[in-house]
């Protein structure tokens, strides 16, 4: 279904007062490093992440940024919750014997950061402790921990904190932003749609996630924050002045499409960000989830496109496949300098952008077929992306002309950022056969080697 320009401009708007961390830089590039989740789940314990802390330095991950080792849910005690006298959250000490500030401390001696979850809610999503109405008292107790980093999910939030209105992206049918167009979801009624022009920094959804992003800022240590509210009450407005990253969608699933229970395909999430790209900058970076690359059943090719473009939204890089025993040709794709370069662009805050669809029409809502033509601008030249979402080898052509910062009268250098070769010097196009389902990545600069624009 095209999209009027009316609603497309409404969803693109930036904001504009991003969150800045005092120490000057956490938070300011997309977060990178490892987390549980997508390949653990509540399977964790202490040496898992001490594991993988080792592994990072060692297979020199570290060294290219990812630097983040991430618990995610099921860390702490299931059954006591908090401790009687002071109200704290208890680790549970099966899954980690000397607490979770010991982890931290091992985790710190290797020159990396220890990151935690929690929920905005009564309960995580796996049923552990939530932090609603003990904000204060969790961001310090996290602080004493040294924790680096935290993930705030949205599971189990009461009726007395229920939004108003609903804008929960994952429920749309048939495109974005008609609210009376959604199912009403977790079995409700159909929810009503806001007023033209509601202001979401009023919903509860807001509050929730501010009253925790403010317990962080109160507390003793500088504490990067991933807001985990998939989409919900336009958090992509908003998320930059409560915090540093914010989640677009719901949870991702290693699948190239569709949807596997409540989890996602890589095509639905890269349908979403065509539409809701613009909302990263600075300080503040939509999350379109943590990377299942080398999991389940994604081909190498699809590995590939989900990292490029994840890199190409500018979304936070969370590993999420276990590093014993990890593949050469996948951690070669992790590891791809070009790629990272531009996602932590120390220059050109804004992500790319598709500049036209492909097998649909320019702004069409498809959950298979979404945008495949991106680019972007960083300090080493214009990026561009190509994805094939086709079954069977496709030729790409990249018109210079369609591509912002450049043009059909000036020879380029182009770089394969796949294997950081030079193809040579082009004008007007380039082309490539790109196998299905992978993206050609390539960096353009001027024959003189500087940016084209
Ligand atoms: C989901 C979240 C996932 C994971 C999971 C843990 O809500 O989106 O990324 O954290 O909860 O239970």
């Known amino acids: ?37 997508n390949e653990y789940e509540c399977a964790i314990n202490e040496t898992v992440f001490l594991t993988v802390g080792e592994l990072l330095v060692s297979l020199g991950l570290k ?42 401390d091992e985790i710190h001696k290797l020159g990396l950061k220890l990151g935690i979850y929690g929920d905005a809610g009564s309960l995580t999503c796996g049923g552990f402790a939530g932090s609603l109405g003990h904000e204060e008292l969790d961001a310090k107790t996290w602080a004493e921990w040294g924790i680096d980093y935290l993930k705030y999910d949205n599971c189990n939030v009461p009726d007395e904190w229920d939004d108003d209105y609903r804008w929960w992206p994952e429920n749309w049918l048939g495109g974005p932003p008609a609210e009376d167009q959604t199912a009403g979801g977790d079995g409700e009624a159909k929810p009503v749609p806001a007023p033209a022009g509601y202001d979401w920094t009023t919903s509860k959804s807001f509050d929730r996630y501010k009253i925790m992003g403010d ?18 009450a336009r958090i992509d407005e908003w998320g930059d002045s ?36 613009n909302s990263s900058n600075f300080w503040g970076h939509a999350d379109f989830d943590m990377l299942e690359v080398g999991n389940g059943n994604l081909t190498l090719e699809e590995s590939r496109s989900h990292f490029a473009l994840w890199a190409a939204l500018k979304s936070p890089l969370i590993i999420g496949t276990p590093l014993d025993g990890i593949k050469p040709e996948i951690l070669k794709i992790l590891s791809n300098k070009d790629l990272i370069a531009f996602n932590q662009d120390p220059v050109v805050g804004e992500p790319a952008k598709p500049y036209k669809w492909g097998v649909n029409p320019n702004f069409t809502w498809n959950q298979t077929h979404p945008a495949e033509y991106w680019s972007g601008k960083s300090s080493k030249g214009v990026h561009v992306f190509a994805l094939n979402t086709l079954d069977t080898t496709q030729k790409k052509t990249i018109d210079f002309s369609e591509v912002p910062g450049l043009d059909a009268r000036t020879k380029y250098i182009v770089y394969d950022s796949w294997t950081g ?7 007007k196009k380039y082309e490539a056969r790109v196998k299905s389902h992978d993206t050609l990545a390539i960096r353009i600069v001027k024959e003189d080697g500087s940016r084209p624009y």
């Open 1 to 37: 279904m095209p999209l009027r320009l009316s609603i497309l401009g409404l969803a693109l708007l930036p904001s504009s007062f991003a969150l800045v961390s005092r120490d000057g830089h956490t938070g300011r590039l997309p977060a990178m490093g490892w987390n549980s989740w």
């Open 63 to 104: 060294d290219l940024g990812y630097n983040h080792v991430n618990i995610d849910d099921c860390w702490s005690d299931k059954v006591k919750k908090r401790d009687n006298v002071t109200g704290k959250i208890l680790p549970d000490y099966t899954k980690f014997p000397q607490g979770i500030k010991h982890t931290a």
């Open 421 to 427: 070769k030079k193809q040579g010097v082009f004008k």
């Open 242 to 277: 409560t915090g540093h990253s914010w989640r677009m969608w719901g949870d991702i699933y290693p699948i190239w499409s569709g949807k596997f229970q409540w989890s996602w395909g890589l095509m639905p999430i890269l349908n979403h960000a065509s539409f809701f790209y």
């Open 215 to 232: 317990a962080l800022l109160a507390s003793n240590r500088t504490i990067e924050y991933s807001q985990c509210a998939w989409g919900h």
